[in-house]
């Protein structure tokens, strides 16, 4: 259950949820296998197969996991039968298929086709660290991690998660970072970078197994290319990859973490327990030093998530409930 990616999300101080407040939305809205004329379906399933809950609490963080299935219909497949369909009715009725039928023809096809594909699932697993006000998303694509936001908006509207706005900004810091042959404190600089021009179609350069302090990468830096990516090691315990988009990719933990978590017990209960609490606490490490390393987040943004969030309507009384000052100010999604 280690995550392999991770974007991350800030949450506004006063719109965590509560276990059980989590546990009882998300059982209203569980998976179910996608049928008929659906190309797909989402809910939320327990994080681990013991469980019977769709949230995991550990310490201040919570545990879920969203299931998604989707239906399996290549668009060849598509076109064969239309292609045969096409043929059959104008070598039967002689006459020859015009544009808009096709089209009606090709939604037919789909449509008897879309309940006897075959489909394939996936799960997204992430928790929110509700003491350290993040959304953490085991995953590095941007559509995927939104896809869970949105679910959990839809949940517990308003839920405010936004991305996290630097003062800084992560391409400028990396590109310092390998000029000077430095990470900040606790990281360290690893062997992976790429470096764009920042112009127009500029050229991208990705370095692999190479000593980032060298000479021809400082260069390149010198010749006004910028660090969009680069390898860090986290206190000789997590080793990844930093995106421009502060996302981390290619996270690998390293053997003492695994050593920490496999000496915690031999049932899957115990082992899932101590993994998750040493995945969380670095990764929830990690996330703080690196916002920390770019001069923290923007006073906008932190005084939007620490405003109190304002309650939809009652949506059988139409009315909103009393909040207190400032609850009915905007809070900024991404």
């Known amino acids: 259950m280690w995550f392999k990616q991770l974007s991350f999300y800030r949450l506004s101080e006063n719109s965590i949820p509560s276990t059980g407040k989590l546990s009882e939305v998300l059982e209203k809205r ?33 545990m879920v996991a969203l299931k998604r299935e989707d ?13 045969a369909k096409i ?12 544009r808009k039928e096709k089209l009606e023809l090709k939604e037919q096809i789909t449509d008897d086709l879309l309940p006897r594909a075959f489909t394939r699932s996936g799960r997204l697993t992430a928790y929110l660290d509700t003491r350290r006000q993040w959304l953490m998303v085991d995953s590095g694509t941007a559509s995927k991690a939104e896809a869970l936001v949105s679910q959990l908006r839809d949940a517990l509207p308003p839920f405010p998660a936004a991305l996290p706005r630097t003062k800084l900004a992560p391409h400028t810091a990396m590109t310092s970072w390998v000029a000077d042959g430095e990470a900040p404190y606790g990281f360290e600089l690893d062997a992976e970078c790429e470096l764009k021009d920042p112009g127009e179609n500029g050229a991208i350069i990705r370095c692999t197994r190479m000593d980032l302090t ?15 990516r680069v390898g860090l090691i986290w206190r000789e315990r997590v080793r990844f990859v930093l995106t421009d988009a502060l996302q981390l990719k290619r996270i690998q933990f390293l053997d003492v973490l695994q050593e920490e978590a ?5 049932d899957m209960e115990s082992l899932f327990e101590a993994t998750f609490t040493l995945m969380s606490e670095e ?31 009652n949506p059988e009384t139409g009315s909103t409930p009393s909040t207190p000052d400032g609850g009915d100010d905007d809070v900024p999604w991404n």
């Open 30 to 62: 569980p998976f179910s296998h996608c049928m008929g004329l659906d190309w797909f379906s989402e809910g939320w399933v327990p994080p681990a197969g013991f469980l019977v809950d769709p949230v995991y609490p550990v310490r201040d963080c919570l």
């Open 71 to 83: 239906k399996v219909l290549p668009a060849g497949v598509i076109r064969d039968f239309l292609d």
């Open 87 to 98: 043929s059959e009715i104008e070598n039967t009725e002689l006459r020859k298929i015009g």
């Open 214 to 228: 060298s000479d021809d990468i400082k260069q390149h830096i010198a010749n006004g290319m910028l660090v969009t």
């Open 262 to 266: 496999s000496g915690a017990g031999d």
């Open 283 to 313: 990764l929830g490490d990690i996330v703080e030093a690196l916002v920390e390393s770019l001069d923290g987040l923007t006073d906008e943004q932190l005084e939007a998530t620490s405003q109190p969030v304002a309650t939809p309507a």
